[in-house]
T-cell receptor
């Protein structure tokens, strides 16, 4: 069966520090991968998605970047965190086909102080 | 453009009472619709999905949803809620053109003892 791992679960980082969140998927090949953010009391905002290795699409201009160095690995990064980067970050995957559901990791609570 | 509206930000129901969470979508073709649940601090879990066929779909945890094309709705129902159902619920529609899900803003369900 397929599983998705996302870490760390919680992270407290100072303003201006770098960020690296990692997500890996097991049990499937060539998945679509997604990074979402939830600000407090708000819905899901799609940040990045990837349909293959090295293929990254950004939905919103921001202080973050994403990379997909391997088929089932998706990394969210920042060179210098801002206070506004605080939030709940979710990684998800779906089958590489249209109209399919997404499967989510457990999320990372990022607090920038 | 596709969109999903969940008109209720919060809903409070008594334990044992019935529940209906509303979801309206805007989509030009036959929609692919989903309901997810998110417990506090957790990722999202798929409750049910509608692709085609019977317009009443059954999901996990005793939930069901009915697709009504004439009303562009996909409301989630449960005949008797339990305290463990307290969570946030998200409706989503698949955007056929780019493999993404379009999300509603979510409805937070509060259960009164």
């Amino acid at each position: 069966s397929q599983t998705i791992h996302q870490w760390p679960a919680t992270l407290v980082q100072p303003v201006g520090s770098p960020l690296s969140l990692e997500c890996t998927v097991e049990g499937t090949s060539n998945p679509n991968l997604y990074w979402y953010r939830q600000a407090a009391g708000r819905g899901l905002q799609l940040l990045f998605y990837s349909v293959g290795i090295g293929q990254i699409s950004s939905e919103v201009p921001q202080n973050l970047s994403a990379s997909r160095p391997q088929d089932r690995q998706f990394i969210l990064s920042s060179k210098k965190l801002l206070l506004s980067d605080s939030g709940f970050y979710l990684c998800a995957w779906s089958y590489n086909t249209a109209n399919t559901e997404a499967f989510f990791g457990q999320g990372t609570r990022l607090t920038v102080v | 453009a596709q969109s999903v509206t969940q008109p209720d930000i919060h809903i409070t129901v008594s334990e044992g009472a019935s529940l209906e969470l509303r979801c309206n979508y805007s989509y030009g073709a036959t929609p692919y619709l989903f309901w997810y649940v998110q417990s506090p601090g957790q990722g999202l879990q798929l409750l049910l999905k509608y692709f085609s066929g019977d317009t009443l779909v059954q999901g996990i945890k005793g939930f069901e949803a009915e697709f009504k094309r004439s009303q562009s709705s996909f409301n989630l129902r449960k005949p008797s809620v339990h305290w463990s159902d307290a969570a946030e619920y998200f409706c989503a529609v698949a955007a056929y053109s780019n493999y993404q899900l379009i999300w509603g803003a979510g409805t937070k369900l509060i259960i009164k003892p």
